[in-house]
């Protein structure tokens, strides 16, 4: 009996090194309140940094897992950071912020993975959205180089994006419920535009002469909110839109039509509880893709950069 529960105390959990809520309680106790604080104070300023910090949670997720690899500058290798497809994601300067405020109390201690996951999580819960806990304990990658970036783009089919969250876990239910983080955030001009000049019969015609109007000749590639109802809540809205046509982006459009992806929209739709709920589940699933545990990777100390290695 002794010796089971030796086992189940100590060396399961070694052995199965694994993400943990609380991981950091005794080595840095400070860390999540010292994430939340300084996430209360940008979004006092910029209710918008919910919405980059959840498009720069799912780019870092979506590539070599979440390993923080999307937050590593350019050096001799070009790094996902110069890829297309991350073009105007942004946060970057609250998460380096954070770090510099968790490395002056517990250096070396709180890696900037788990920064990201626990930046976006406080954010979230800020703008309306789901209160949860997540479970910590990722370390920071040591590899980011741009030709590894291939997430689906906004005119990708559903198959196409069904068959890529598929690869990392995420059923389509979850994916759906993913998608509902553009329940928050811009579109620029040039991801969409396309919808515009074609007789595209899948937008509300007042939303496509707004649009044109906002794109038309304009040089600097404007955006405009991708939940044209509730841009700074995390809400159910995301869904009713696109069921009435109004999404921005044409993957958002296709999902409120796919026969595969339909019913959930409609499900969302209608019951703002259980589209909460989900989300804060999906979003914790997607804060676990190929995370990196125990040994493996590096805790950081400038999240723009991995460690010296000499
Ligand atoms: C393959 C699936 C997805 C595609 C093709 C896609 C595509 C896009 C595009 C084209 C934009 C506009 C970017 C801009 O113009 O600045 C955008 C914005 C955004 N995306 Fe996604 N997205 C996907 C999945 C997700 C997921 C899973 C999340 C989070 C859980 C997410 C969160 C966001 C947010 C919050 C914004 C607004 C960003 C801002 O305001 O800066 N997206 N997405
Ligand atoms: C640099 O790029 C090469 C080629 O893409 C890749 O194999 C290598 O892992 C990259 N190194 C780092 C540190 O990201
Ligand atoms: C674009 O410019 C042309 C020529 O100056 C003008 O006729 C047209 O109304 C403009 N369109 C928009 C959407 O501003
Ligand atoms: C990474 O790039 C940003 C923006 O150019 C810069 O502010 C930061 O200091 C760089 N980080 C490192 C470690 O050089």
Redesign the pocket.
Known sequence: MKIIILLFCFILPLAFADLQVGFYGSSCPKAESIVKQLVQKRFNRDKSITAGLLRLHFHDCAVRGCDASILI?STDNTSEINSGTNRDVRGFDLIDEVKESLEATCPSTVSCADIITLATRDAVALSGGPKYTVPTGRRDGTVSSIDEVNIPGPGSPVSITTQFFASKGITTQEMVTLFGAHTVGVGHCSFFSNRLSSPDQTMDPTLKAKLVKLCGNATNDPATPLDQKTSFLVDNQFYKQILVKKAVLQIDQQLALDTSTKGFVTDFASNDDKFQTSFADAMIKMGKIDVLVGKDGEIRK?C??FNNRD
């Open positions: 500058n400038k723009s950069a």
